[in-house]
Protein backbone atom coordinates (compact mmCIF):
# COMPACT_ATOMS: atom_id res chain seq x y z
CA UNK A 1 0.00 0.00 0.00
CA UNK A 2 1.23 3.05 -0.80
CA UNK A 3 1.76 5.84 1.53
CA UNK A 4 2.86 9.43 1.40
CA UNK A 5 4.97 11.75 4.46
CA UNK A 6 5.41 15.23 3.76
CA UNK A 7 7.89 17.31 5.51
CA UNK A 8 9.96 20.42 5.16
CA UNK A 9 7.37 22.95 6.37
CA UNK A 10 7.76 25.79 8.22
CA UNK A 11 7.52 29.76 8.88
CA UNK A 12 9.99 31.97 6.13
CA UNK A 13 10.12 35.41 5.48
CA UNK A 14 9.14 36.61 1.67
CA UNK A 15 11.86 36.22 -0.83
CA UNK A 16 13.38 33.50 0.87
CA UNK A 17 13.06 29.45 0.43
CA UNK A 18 12.29 25.81 1.76
CA UNK A 19 12.44 22.57 0.55
CA UNK A 20 9.44 19.93 1.14
CA UNK A 21 9.96 16.48 0.90
CA UNK A 22 7.65 13.79 0.40
CA UNK A 23 8.85 9.96 1.42
CA UNK A 24 7.09 7.38 -0.67
CA UNK A 25 6.86 3.73 0.42
CA UNK A 26 4.65 0.79 -1.24
CA UNK A 27 5.35 2.00 -4.83
CA UNK A 28 5.60 -1.71 -6.46
CA UNK A 29 6.23 -0.24 -10.20
CA UNK A 30 8.42 2.78 -11.21
CA UNK A 31 4.95 4.04 -12.98
CA UNK A 32 3.73 6.55 -11.02
CA UNK A 33 3.07 9.95 -10.84
CA UNK A 34 4.01 12.20 -7.94
CA UNK A 35 1.95 15.85 -7.56
CA UNK A 36 2.81 18.27 -4.96
CA UNK A 37 -0.46 20.66 -4.23
CA UNK A 38 -1.64 23.08 -1.52
CA UNK A 39 -4.76 24.13 0.19
CA UNK A 40 -4.68 28.02 1.64
CA UNK A 41 -7.79 29.31 4.14
CA UNK A 42 -10.72 29.42 2.36
CA UNK A 43 -10.02 28.20 -0.93
CA UNK A 44 -9.73 24.92 -3.30
CA UNK A 45 -6.77 22.72 -3.31
CA UNK A 46 -4.70 23.42 -6.35
CA UNK A 47 -1.74 21.74 -8.24
CA UNK A 48 1.30 22.98 -7.98
CA UNK A 49 4.12 20.71 -9.86
CA UNK A 50 3.85 17.28 -11.03
CA UNK A 51 6.55 14.91 -11.51
CA UNK A 52 6.66 11.45 -13.78
CA UNK A 53 8.55 8.52 -11.86
CA UNK A 54 9.52 6.98 -14.91
CA UNK A 55 10.76 9.39 -16.84
CA UNK A 56 11.10 12.43 -14.51
CA UNK A 57 9.46 14.55 -17.07
CA UNK A 58 7.83 17.77 -14.81
CA UNK A 59 4.62 20.34 -15.03
CA UNK A 60 4.46 23.75 -13.43
CA UNK A 61 1.68 25.69 -12.30
CA UNK A 62 1.98 28.98 -14.10
CA UNK A 63 1.92 30.86 -10.47
CA UNK A 64 5.27 28.78 -9.50
CA UNK A 65 6.96 28.72 -12.62
CA UNK A 66 10.21 29.77 -12.45
CA UNK A 67 10.86 30.10 -8.73
CA UNK A 68 9.34 25.96 -7.69
CA UNK A 69 11.58 23.08 -8.55
CA UNK A 70 10.45 19.22 -8.31
CA UNK A 71 12.88 16.36 -8.03
CA UNK A 72 13.24 13.08 -7.39
CA UNK A 73 15.93 10.46 -4.92
CA UNK A 74 15.30 7.30 -6.68
CA UNK A 75 17.81 6.21 -3.83
CA UNK A 76 15.69 7.56 -1.27
CA UNK A 77 12.08 7.10 -2.46
CA UNK A 78 11.69 10.63 -1.66
CA UNK A 79 10.40 13.63 -4.40
CA UNK A 80 11.42 17.12 -3.16
CA UNK A 81 9.66 20.39 -3.40
CA UNK A 82 12.35 23.44 -4.02
CA UNK A 83 10.61 26.57 -2.92
CA UNK A 84 12.32 29.68 -3.64
CA UNK A 85 11.56 33.38 -3.78
CA UNK A 86 8.40 32.71 -1.64
CA UNK A 87 5.59 35.11 -1.54
CA UNK A 88 3.10 35.57 1.47
CA UNK A 89 0.31 34.07 -1.62
CA UNK A 90 2.23 30.64 -1.39
CA UNK A 91 0.76 30.17 2.21
CA UNK A 92 -0.94 26.91 2.22
CA UNK A 93 -0.98 23.48 3.88
CA UNK A 94 1.06 21.39 1.19
CA UNK A 95 -0.03 17.76 0.45
CA UNK A 96 2.08 15.47 -2.20
CA UNK A 97 0.22 12.85 -3.74
CA UNK A 98 0.30 9.59 -6.01
CA UNK A 99 -0.81 7.78 -8.55
CA UNK A 100 0.01 4.68 -10.78
CA UNK A 101 0.07 5.62 -14.27
CA UNK A 102 1.56 4.37 -16.97
CA UNK A 103 1.55 8.19 -18.38
CA UNK A 104 4.74 9.45 -18.05
CA UNK A 105 2.79 13.23 -18.98
CA UNK A 106 1.22 13.83 -15.16
CA UNK A 107 -1.75 15.77 -13.85
CA UNK A 108 -2.19 18.85 -11.82
CA UNK A 109 -5.61 17.86 -10.99
CA UNK A 110 -6.52 16.97 -7.54
CA UNK A 111 -8.58 14.13 -9.44
CA UNK A 112 -5.91 12.49 -11.08
CA UNK A 113 -4.53 11.47 -7.15
CA UNK A 114 -5.49 8.24 -5.30
CA UNK A 115 -2.92 8.61 -2.23
CA UNK A 116 -2.66 11.79 -0.44
CA UNK A 117 -0.40 12.55 2.61
CA UNK A 118 -1.08 14.28 5.71
CA UNK A 119 0.27 18.07 4.79
CA UNK A 120 2.87 20.16 5.75
CA UNK A 121 2.35 24.00 6.72
CA UNK A 122 3.95 26.56 4.57
CA UNK A 123 3.94 29.98 5.97
CA UNK A 124 5.06 32.77 4.20
CA UNK A 125 5.16 36.04 6.62
CA UNK A 126 7.29 38.88 7.71
Known amino acids: QVQLVESGGGLVQPGGSLRLSCAASGFTSRYYNIGWFRQAPGKEREGVSCISLSDSSTRYADSVKGRFTISRDNAKNTVYLQMNSLKPEDTAVYYC???????????????????WGQGTQVTVSS
Open 97 to 115: AAVYSSSSYCSKRTGSYDR
